[in-house]
């Protein structure tokens, strides 16, 4: 048991950032259910592999990301997935996502729509750009990894 063991996070975060930050609460005890869009994360694919056969082959970059979560894989584009992420948001505590400024929204799952289904849940959206309700940036809606990150604020010309 860990201090956030009372806690159930739903984790629809993909790459780096977001896994990251959920991965730290599913390590101080959170319940943390990854939501992975159809086919599972992008980094799934990213070696190194490991072989288990009772399970498909994913790579090392995405365990070490995704310790200590459970996981299920949801189509936002069908109305019956949305439905079923609804009723999970009503359970939920916190919800985690890393999209570019607009997804939730065009699928209307935004935070003014999760809050109607549960008025009491933390919403973290993680964006490298900015977010729209906060205040216009240049990049906004823009997707962002580390990498692009690194390049703008000029470290990789220093390393």
């Known amino acids: 048991m860990g201090a ?3 806690l159930r996070v739903l984790d629809l ?3 780096l950032a977001g896994p990251y930050c959920t991965m730290l609460l599913a390590d101080m005890g959170a319940d943390v259910v990854k939501i992975e869009r159809p086919g599972g994360d992008l980094i799934r694919s990213n070696p190194p592999f490991v072989d288990d056969p009772d399970e498909e ?3 090392g970059y995405f365990q070490s990301v ?3 979560k459970r996981s299920i894989e949801l189509d936002f584009t069908d109305a019956d997935d949305r439905a079923d992420f ?8 916190i919800v985690v996502e890393n999209y570019r400024a607009g997804t939730m929204e065009k699928y209307d799952l935004g935070y003014e729509t999760l809050t109607e289904f ?3 849940l933390i919403y973290s959206s993680i964006r490298g750009f900015g977010d729209p309700r ?4 240049d990049r906004q809606g823009q997707p962002s990894f580390d990498l692009i990150a690194q390049a703008l604020g ?3 010309y220093t390393s």
């Open 118 to 120: 549960n008025p009491e």
């Open 4 to 6: 956030l063991s009372n």
């Open 154 to 156: 000029c470290l990789l």
């Open 57 to 59: 082959a994913y790579g």
């Open 134 to 137: 906060t205040g216009e940036t």
């Open 66 to 68: 995704n310790r200590g």
């Open 13 to 15: 975060t993909q790459v």
């Open 86 to 93: 609804l009723s999970l948001v009503e359970e939920a505590d």
